[in-house]
């Protein structure tokens, strides 16, 4: 990526506090409310060091979830959860016959490895589950869970396509990425984005990082990998079911479910009117039945 | 028909998180619409009963207060935070079937007082015209008390989770049906116990029909799990095997006494005492089987890849 025109105007290496719109320096970008905000997520370029992880949790003042070994791959952090925003998924991909290693590729490319967060879907399920208005959308179009409005009911949780709310054992409500909501408003690039040193994860305005992800796929089509393709981006898989489109989306190289990620998820709120409907009738036919059968009177 | 889902899972680990309800809120589940359906019942006896139904009124409108006074507590001591329980109540979300339930349960709280309060006053102070008042309140409170008894379908199945999800329409035929026929139970016991056996036949009979709406609206949802490949991720769980008692045995069996007690007349009370019972501990059964059910399935990759294939798009049911 260029250097900004303005990174000239900073050449010392200490500050004496914030810049002012320091994205623009970082990520090329002014970040300004009413506009639509996300990350592109470009797998190919992971290389799995979990500084998005760590930067997050610094910043964010998370503790951690477990200490311990998975035992499974070098994923030992297993999820998203209340305490943990993003999650660096590890999959080695060795299918040798008679479960052997199979021929390495070079590179280590048989390693696949994402950086996975809450989506902030453009049609967010647990925003629309929400009974108390906790979850907003914010100027940045993102989603956000409001801490003092929160009475920990848990309904965000199974009604999330992702599997990403959880509610907090700690504080008894519910907790998941804010894409630094606070930094956003400071003008600062989110922490997990200004960390990545490979820029597999890109911050910016969704419409810009939907062109430039359509570009890397195209790109890497040319160079041989035809099995790339965009998560969550406009009518592409993640994108269903009336979701609409997710502002923090993926390029993929295998299955979403490789990733653990749902190739067809769906919107919640389109199932209360069946539901309720249905049931409102099923109620109004006892009704007249009992009508029938109570009103037979002398 | 569609199979179960054999492609790659990320190391077997969950794709979803399961709710947080567990007992609790099963329990509010099975009160909601055994309180919300009596209420129900006891208006209609009491616009076109007569004099016989006055006692099934009078036992309807009590019954209905066990989910005025349980319903709110359970729900409250189920929350994480629940010192900000009144954030319920703060906006009104169409596309939530928690908040619109908030106000159903709200609005069936307050009438369902009213009418208990003034029958109470009616039947120990002889103020007669207190009656009229009940049955002014009664009105709205069943109203409510039928959306109290189905809105809970449409809360589970407003979710992601993959058991609850694929079976909207059938998951709200189940619980009006299961919600009915509990309510009609209970108030056939009382009947059979207080009051006037011939209203008690008759709840009876009615009982014996939404056991049979249930079996049937079960036996839907089976299909819509089978169809989106959820059921084949649950074969074989201790919820499932609930599920299916439940839904099969608990509606059968005591669908099966009432027709009997029914066909025996005035020596059926025994059969139709046994049938009130297995109807009450089946509904509670049903609602916590679903739960665990869901719950389970959300833990499961293969249910919940099963479930967001393309093929179960857009519509998931038939």
Known sequence: MQVHARARDYPQSQFGGVLPHEAELTAGVRIQPGRSYGFFTDTTRCIGCKACEVACKEWNNLPADNVGLTGMSYDNTGALSANTWRHVAFVEKIAGPGGGPAEMPPYQSQWLMMSDLCK??????????????????????????????CNGCGYCVPACPFGVVELSETDGKAHKCTLCYDRLKGGLEPACAKSCPTDSIQFGEIADLQSRAAERVEQLHGLGVASAYLYGAPGSPGATGDLGHLNAFFLLTDAPEVYNLPRAPTRASNRVRPSLATGLATMAGFALAAIALLGRRA | MSDAYRGETYYGRSQLKPSPFGFMVSLYIYLAGLSGSAQMLATIGDLFGGRAARGMVRRGRWLAMLGTVCGPALLIADLHTPQRFYNMLR?????????????????????????????????????????????????????????????????????????????????????????LATAAAALSLGEHRFGDPRTARRLDALAFGALLVEWIASARARGDLRRTGVAAALSGSAPERLERAAAGWGTLLPAGLFGASLLLGDRGRRASRSASLLTLASGLALRHAIMLAGNESARRPAASFAMAQPRNLPHMES
Not at chain 1, 134 to 147: G, S
Not at chain 2, 129 to 134: D, E, F, H, M, W
Not at chain 2, 147 to 170: D, E, F, K, M
């Open chain 2, 91 to 179: 906006i009104l979300r169409t596309s939530s079937p928690m908040s619109i339930g908030s106000y159903i349960l709200t609005t069936f709280g307050l009438t369902s007082t009213v009418t208990a309060a003034a029958q109470f006053l009616a039947d120990r102070c002889g103020w007669r015209r207190l009656l009229g008042v009940a049955r002014a309140a009664s009105v709205p409170a069943s109203v409510a008390g039928a959306g109290l008894s189905v809105y809970t379908a449409a809360l589970q199945s407003s979710t992601s989770t993959p058991h609850w999800a694929v079976s909207p329409r059938s998951l709200a035929m189940r619980y009006g049906a299961s919600s």
């Open chain 1, 120 to 149: 902030h879907c453009h049609n967010p399920p647990c925003l629309e589950a929400c009974p108390t208005g906790a979850l907003f959308k914010t100027e940045f179009d993102t989603v956000v869970v409001q801490q003092d409005i």
